[in-house]
Nanobody, 115 residues
Framework: QVQLVESGGGLVQAGGSLTLSCAASGIIFSRFHMGWYRQAPEKQRELVAAISAAGYTNYVDSVKGRFTISRDNAKNTVYLQMTSLKPEDTAVYYC?????????WGKGTLVTVSS
């Protein structure tokens, strides 16, 4: 059974930092592309950052220079380091794995940035 479990969300003031973690099980983690998505109230889910199985990364323009995605294949974990947080970063953040014709989602972790 595949599980993606996010952690690290919470309440932070604008300008602060948080690091999200997503622990994966039930997949050959190193072979999967991993991503972080977010969904703000009344908005569509959007891709925030992704890291390929080979380690290539990409980011949505709004977080470039502020967020960093990384993975630790030994720990089956993907991270999202978020700095200089803004109120508009407030959302539920979801972990995603994609590969071998399959896509999996975590249940999400809430990030709230107060102004």
């Amino acid at each position: 059974q595949v599980q993606l479990v996010e952690s690290g969300g919470g309440l932070v003031q604008a300008g602060g930092s948080l690091t999200l973690s997503c622990a994966a099980s039930g997949i050959i983690f190193s072979r999967f592309h991993m991503g972080w998505y977010r969904q703000a109230p009344e908005k569509q889910r959007e891709l925030v950052a992704a890291i390929s199985a080979a380690g290539y990364t990409n980011y949505v323009d709004s977080v470039k220079g502020r967020f960093t995605i990384s993975r630790d294949n030994a720990k089956n974990t993907v991270y999202l380091q978020m700095t200089s947080l803004k109120p508009e970063d407030t959302a539920v953040y979801y972990c995603n794995s994609n590969g071998w014709g399959s896509t999996y989602w975590g249940k999400g972790t809430l990030v709230t940035v107060s102004s």
